[in-house]
């Protein structure tokens, strides 16, 4: 069977702070205690009031390679060595007792490293008290007249308080006296002479303007957080004979008859205020018992020695002082019977357990433990204390781990604005403590930071004010006269006692003792007193009947002015707290937008702050760019100088050069002028010749024997435009050629014709024929300057252009000749006939052994027009 499944209860909503709209900050202060011996070095020095500084020891320099960096921390106020406690507590806690009468809460703590003086500045020393003994001197001195008496405000074991009449006080007064006081060290109410002198206050400080209509009671505890646990050290344990044996955690031995202490729970009440669930409360009347319960307590706290301090406290303890209060009734005699009027307030006392590192404490075992504990919680202080100034500088929302440490967890209201928060920090000017004072100083500087919302004033009690001090003059006249009447008195014998001594005013009687029975003078004589007693009784009477009731008039008049001017104040009241609301809203509204602002300026301060950082970068990057453009500028110039020159230089070198060749290109033109005149003279000289017979065919066997070397080839000098390097074509390829022969071409009826296959012949290149074939072909004559006709085969290659026609492109001449056997034939003399053979070569062939040398050139060949290459005869194919 499956169990029902719960509801998931609501959770309640939580209180927002009571003054959401005003907000204060922390109060930090920092203490610097004096040093142990005058030779100590130190590195702490007080600036001014507001300011400190901390610079590393010499041996931390050297540690460090020499660094040497002073920081200057700023506080609410700073007290140096020679500050008295008077001084520390008129600044830092007395306006804490001030709110705690006015029923408003606070929390006072000491924070710092060990052996700093936490404990000294809360507790005092023997003729010096500290803060706590100040204060409950100042609570007393302030309400000790108006004080209620016992049990008349009752705590309840929900962190609220009932009040009782005085008969149920006296009742349950009479009930604790008659049961048995047990034998403890508790019971004494001598003043324990170790801390007599520390209460010893002979400032008599007390708060002004205590609100008479009201009265008070005083409650008390005092509560341990170690490791992480809560324990009440007021609690009552069995009490032995025989003081049980401590061991070194400096808890009690256990035994059979002892019990140890149980650890205290944490709750919250209905207003969302955290407290310690089963702690016992004392309610006080005077400074001597309220102390007497602490040093009760102080001696259960667990410290240890360590090798810092003698004395070093391993537990945050905690003293609380609760303020009840309540109005008087209507009459000023007995306290209001109304819960909703009752005002509870309280003051924190925290004496933190100082911060220290085991490699310097040496700690093993439980002291290592309690350290790891300490320093855990002071840890969590700080994280919350960050998470909190976070939220509240840029507007996020974290959830502060409060519940991570009981320290925070238990004053996680004071945070969110349900008191004032004041600390002190205490440090040890001494080098050794140099780091440790250093993370000091930031957190607290750091918790500065952090604001919390002012709590709300107590509501006016709508009573007459003054009613007390006008009950106690009605009861000293009502003594007064009990005194002359010498026994108690009721209103019946009050009216006699007013006419006994009205009468006391009225004429003697005479005697009226009658002697004779004759006498006729005493009783008109009495008569007549009486009558005027009777006639003055009268007077009296209607004096007193006037008097009564003008005084009845006048208090009419007085009740209706009073109710006018309540109304009117009423109204008035009514008015400012409209316009207060008003205000408050407005408040809230310039505080948010305050805090936007400031956000925005902030974000302002980083964007300018980047921009002038690149404004900085662009400045320099400019001023380099510029002088890298002066230095490429002079360059540019000296350059542009040497250029010059060079220009200048060359110029002049060209000019020479071109005089120079242009002189050549004229010689050369005036040389090949003088030829093409000895040809056309040598070709006047053939036309104008006679024709001879032809001369026989001389025999080559000579020219057989002697073969003519041929010559080696010069390479074809580069041609001005690009020209596609080709292999060359044998002479009897079968491509198609376009054989060019013009018309003016002279036959040479040679044996040896040029003879070309598939070749189409025309007089003049067409582009039809070029676009039939891939070869072309010129046959071009001249006259050489023997006389003899040259004929010129100017070959080439066909391509077609991008403009769809046809281009040649020539690659080889072969060239022809043709000498006469008759011709003048060249020697060096008629009668040198024995030459010998390798001058054959110079000499003239006949016309047959002319042909069979064939001449070739490569179309723009240096060598000009009149190198001939011979070569071997070639061999026809069989």
Not at 20 to 40: A, E, F, I, M, T
Not at 281 to 292: G, I, P, R
Not at 453 to 482: S, W
Not at 525 to 541: A, T
Request: charge should be neutral; include cysteine.
């Amino acid at each position: 069977m499956k169990a029902a499944r719960m509801k998931t209860p609501r959770r309640p909503v939580p209180k927002k702070p009571s003054n959401p709209c005003v907000k204060d900050p922390v109060g930090v202060y920092c203490r610097v205690r004096p040093l142990s011996r005058p030779d100590q070095e130190c590195c702490i020095e007080v600036i001014d009031e507001t300011t400190v500084q901390i610079h590393p020891p010499e041996g931390y320099r050297v540690f460090r390679n020499g660094e040497y960096r002073e920081t200057q921390y700023s506080f609410k106020e700073v007290f140096g060595t020679l500050v008295v406690q008077k001084q520390l507590f008129d600044v830092v806690a007395k306006p804490l007792v001030e709110d705690l009468i006015r029923g408003k809460n606070g929390l006072l703590f000491t924070y710092g490293v060990t052996g700093s003086g936490k404990t000294h500045t809360m507790t005092g020393s023997p003729g010096d008290g500290g803060l706590l003994p100040r204060c409950l001197d100042m609570i007393f001195n302030s309400i000790g007249p108006f004080q209620a008496k016992r049990f008349v405000f009752k705590l309840d074991d929900k962190n609220g308080v009932d009040v009782q009449c005085e008969v149920d006080a006296l009742l349950e007064r009479q009930k604790r006296d008659a049961m048995p006081i047990p034998k403890t060290p508790s019971g004494k109410r001598q003043i324990d002479p170790e801390f007599a002198d520390m209460i010893n206050v002979q400032d008599h400080c007390k708060v002004e303007d205590v609100d008479e209509d009201n009265v008070y009671s005083v409650f008390v505890s005092y509560i341990e957080i170690y490791n992480n646990y809560i324990y009440d050290l007021l609690e009552e344990a069995p009490f032995e004979p025989i003081k049980p044996k401590w061991n070194n955690c400096n808890t009690p031995v256990r035994n059979g008859d002892f019990i140890p202490p149980q650890s205290k729970i944490l709750r919250e009440d209905q207003n969302h205020n955290m407290y310690v669930t089963g702690c016992t409360e004392v309610e006080v009347k005077s400074t001597e018992e309220a102390f007497e319960v602490f040093w009760r307590g102080q001696k259960k706290r667990r410290i240890a020695n360590t090798q810092l301090n003698r004395e070093s406290s391993r537990s945050h303890s905690v003293f609380i002082i609760k303020l009840a209060q309540a109005p008087l009734d209507a009459d000023g005699d007995n306290v209001l019977q109304d819960k909703e009027q009752i005002t509870l307030s309280q003051l924190s006392l925290v004496d933190l357990a100082g911060s220290e590192r085991t490699n310097r404490t040496k700690a093993e075992g439980n002291r290592l433990r309690e350290a790891g504990n300490i320093n855990q919680s002071l840890m969590t202080l700080r994280t919350c204390i960050e998470i909190l100034r976070e939220n509240q500088m840029y507007g996020t929302n974290k959830m502060v781990p409060y519940r991570d440490s009981k320290l925070t967890h238990l004053f996680k209201n004071y945070f969110d604005g349900e008191g004032k928060v004041r600390m002190i920090v205490c440090v040890n000017p001494k080098a050794e403590d140099y780091e440790e004072s250093l993370q000091v100083m930031r957190f607290a500087e750091m918790t500065q930071e952090v604001e919390v919302a002012r709590p709300a004033d107590r509501p006016i009690c709508g009573l007459t004010p003054g009613r007390r001090f006008r009950n106690q003059a009605f009861r000293e006249e009502l003594q007064r006269k009990l005194e002359m009447r010498g026994g108690p008195i009721n209103e019946e014998t009050e009216e006699q006692a007013v006419s006994e001594l009205l009468l006391q005013n009225f004429p003697p009687l005479p005697s009226c003792e009658l002697l004779d029975i004759n006498d006729d003078q005493t009783l008109p004589k009495v008569i007549e007193v009486l009558e005027q007693r009777h006639k003055l009784r009268q007077m009296l009477s209607e004096e007193i009947a006037k008097t009564v009731h003008a005084f009845k008039t006048v208090l009419q008049e007085f009740d209706s002015s009073v109710a006018s001017k309540e109304n009117y104040i009423q109204g008035k009241l009514s008015e400012k707290e409209k316009t207060i609301a008003g205000q408050k809203m407005e408040l809230e509204r310039l505080e948010k937008k305050i805090k936007t602002l400031e956000y925005k300026i902030h974000i302002l301060e980083k964007t300018a702050t980047i921009y002038e950082e690149d404004k900085r970068n662009l400045q320099q990057e400019l001023e380099s760019k510029s002088q890298q453009l002066q230095r490429q500028a002079s360059d540019k110039r000296r350059m542009e100088a040497r250029l010059q020159g060079m220009v200048t230089e060359t110029s002049v070198k060209w000019e020479k050069e071109c005089e120079r060749r242009v002189a050549a290109k004229q010689l050369e033109m005036q040389n090949k002028l003088w030829v093409k005149d000895e040809k056309l003279k040598q070709l006047k000289a053939i036309v104008t010749e006679p024709k001879h017979e032809k001369p026989e065919r001389p025999s080559r066997l000579r020219d057989r024997e002697k073969p003519v070397q041929r010559a080696v080839s010069p390479p074809p000098a580069p041609s001005a435009h690009p020209v596609r390097l080709r292999h060359r074509r044998s002479r009897s390829a079968g491509e198609r050629w376009v054989d060019h022969k013009p018309p003016s071409n002279v036959p040479t009826e040679t044996v040896m014709q040029p003879q070309v296959p598939h070749a189409i012949t025309v007089a003049a290149a067409s582009e039809k024929a070029l676009a039939k074939c891939d070869k072309y072909m010129l046959t071009h004559q001249e006259l050489a300057s023997d006389g003899e006709i040259e004929t010129k085969l100017i070959k080439g290659d066909v391509f077609k252009t991008r403009g769809g026609g046809q281009a040649v492109q020539f690659t080889e001449i072969e060239t022809l000749k043709q000498e006469s056997p008759t011709g003048r034939k060249r020697r060096s003399s008629p009668s040198n006939r024995d030459q010998p053979e390798d001058a054959a070569d110079s000499e003239w062939t006949d016309v047959e052994t002319r042909c069979s040398v064939a001449v070739e050139m490569r179309a723009g060949s240096a060598l000009g027009p009149g190198y001939q290459h011979h070569a071997q005869p070639k061999r026809r194919k069989p």
